[in-house]
């Protein structure tokens, strides 16, 4: 399993034969202008929840690609008005089989408006289970007791967690979302991007090494095989 790092919370998972891209989040982040949209060809696209900077990028790939978007019931009802014809809904405790695994659809602790102001339904994260490992997606959250499960219920591979502070859990929180989780690593994700969420990228490091938990923060273009 590959993950290649497209900035902000943005990032490609090779899993078997399949290509699945997350909260696409490309042609309007500055921080991701290496990043040629037209080269990315994904079989799916997950969306965690409405935020322009997790869903900007969603109905233009999906048509382009015929890739299908897995959201939230109202995210997938909303894609459709603005021409996305391959959804796949979800919600909270569902989850979906696929040739290459599952991918579960699990709580996060965050708010969801879609772009034009509508409502965005419940914020999620994503669990993708794979014979390659298994890989914890966040979302957009705050730190939440909901983690001890995930780590009970799927033995975590990489936690992908948002660490820039403000809109989410940061630095301190991401270490103890870790230690709930038991995973294996974390990559820091929701980061750098606005002068809110900038963080110092070593003390991070610092912080995370003393704790002795594996942590990468990626560049954009940059990539982690587990």
């Known amino acids: 399993m590959k993950v290649i790092y497209y900035g902000h919370s943005c990032f490609g998972v090779e899993i078997g034969s399949s290509f699945i891209l997350v909260d696409p989040f490309i ?24 935020h322009f900077d997790h869903i900007a990028d969603a109905a233009q790939l999906s048509k382009q690609t015929q890739a299908p ?56 994260g994503f669990v993708v289970e794979g014979p390659e490992g298994i890989l914890y997606y966040a979302g957009d959250t705050a730190l939440m007791s909901d983690m001890k499960l995930f780590g009970e219920c799927f033995q975590i591979d990489l936690a992908l967690l948002p660490v820039g502070g403000v809109f989410t859990m940061g630095i301190d929180e991401a270490i103890r979302a870790a230690r709930l989780l038991n995973c294996k690593q974390v990559m820091g994700v929701h980061f750098d991007t606005f002068d809110a969420i900038k963080i110092d990228h070593e003390e991070a490091k610092k912080k995370f090494q003393q704790e002795d938990i594996p942590f990468r923060l990626l560049k954009v273009g940059g990539e982690l095989t587990l």
């Open 69 to 124: 978007i897995l959201s939230n019931f109202e995210i997938t009802l909303w894609l459709e008005k603005q021409g996305v014809t391959q959804v796949f809904p979800m919600n909270l405790g569902g989850s979906r089989t696929f040739d290459f695994g599952k991918i579960h659809y699990v709580q996060a602790a965050h708010s969801s408006s879609l772009p034009d102001g509508s409502y965005g339904g419940t914020a999620g």
């Open 27 to 50: 042609t309007q982040n500055p921080r991701a202008k290496s990043i040629n949209i037209n080269s990315l060809n994904p079989h799916y696209i997950l969306v965690s929840h409405g």
